[in-house]
């Protein structure tokens, strides 16, 4: 599936500035960024938390010819069920108390750009209804207006848990998921692409900083400690050791 020229292509268009790794399944994703940054497809980006979903998101955007209009995040797990609507799709002049302007949402925000809907999992389930429909329209009201409002915007969707296990479960719709996986991506996490900690490394040995991904992805080691590996792993250049505590 790699494929070493469309990967220069990629490059080129800066998503190797982005993305760090040269590991197989890293190389397969910057080619599906590659083949998919232009299209309007939706993405659903899923893996472990810190194995770097959103830096992924970031890379589409940046190759993608929506690079020069906004990428809007939004955070679905921090988004309380009465604000999910109006953060999303703004609301009219006094469509609620207190709402005495109208205001737009993060979807008009992302016009000709794209949104990033970050642990799309827990999403509440009115606001799926209405995403659903904007996917499939491309269009939607703002709370409390009647006036309905079209966008053109790429969908990058995020999650740490398995959607389809959710939608089994009831948890998330099942037609939301199906088409929200347009493009599926998946990221393992860094204990399973061994070869990209040594780009990580080199990276964070420029940058003088041990990267964050390895104190994000769930092992158990203080940053006081791991900032000693890095220390020494730059000055002696022996891998084996701190691969070993790392990756596994
Ligand atoms: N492949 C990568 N290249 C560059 N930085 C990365 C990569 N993977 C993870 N990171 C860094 O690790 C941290 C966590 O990444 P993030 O995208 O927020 O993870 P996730 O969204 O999966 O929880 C960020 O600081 C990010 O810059
Ligand atoms: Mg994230």
């Known amino acids: 599936m790699f494929d070493a020229k469309s990967y220069e292509g990629v490059r080129s268009r800066g998503v190797a500035a982005i993305l760090i790794g040269q590991s197989r399944p890293m190389l397969e994703i910057c080619d599906i960024i590659h083949l998919v940054a232009s299209k309007r497809c939706t993405v659903l980006i899923t893996g472990e938390t810190g194995t770097g979903k959103e830096v992924i998101a970031k890379a589409m955007h940046a190759a993608s010819d929506r690079a020069a209009f ?8 921090a988004l309380p069920s009465t604000l999910v609507e109006t953060e999303l799709f703004g609301h009219a002049k006094g469509a609620f108390t207190g709402a005495q302007s109208s205001r737009i949402g993060r979807f008009e925000q992302a016009n000709k750009g794209t949104i990033f809907l970050d642990e799309i999992g827990d999403l509440a389930m009115d606001a799926q209804a209405k995403l659903l429909r904007v996917l499939q329209e491309r269009e939607f009201e703002r709370v409390g207006s009647s006036e309905t409002v079209r966008v053109d915007v790429r969908v990058i969707a995020a999650s740490n848990v398995d959607l389809e296990v959710a939608a ?81």
């Not at 906004?70 to 797990?77: A, Q, R």
């Not at 199906?178 to 399973?192: A, D, F, G, S, T």
């Not at 490394?201 to 940058?207: D, F, K, V, W």
């Open 168 to 248: 089994r479960e009831r948890k998330f719709r099942e037609d939301l998921y199906y088409r929200l996986n347009v493009v599926p991506i998946h990221m393992p996490p860094l204990r399973e692409r061994r070869e990209d900690i040594r780009c990580y490394s080199n990276t964070s040995s420029r940058r003088s900083a041990p990267p964050k991904t390895c104190l994000q992805n769930g092992w158990m080691m203080r940053q006081s400690r791991i900032s000693r590996i890095w220390r020494g792993l730059v000055t002696s250049g022996n891998w084996s050791t701190p691969c070993k505590w790392l990756a596994s």
């Open 70 to 77: 906004p990428m809007v995040s939004i955070n679905c797990t």
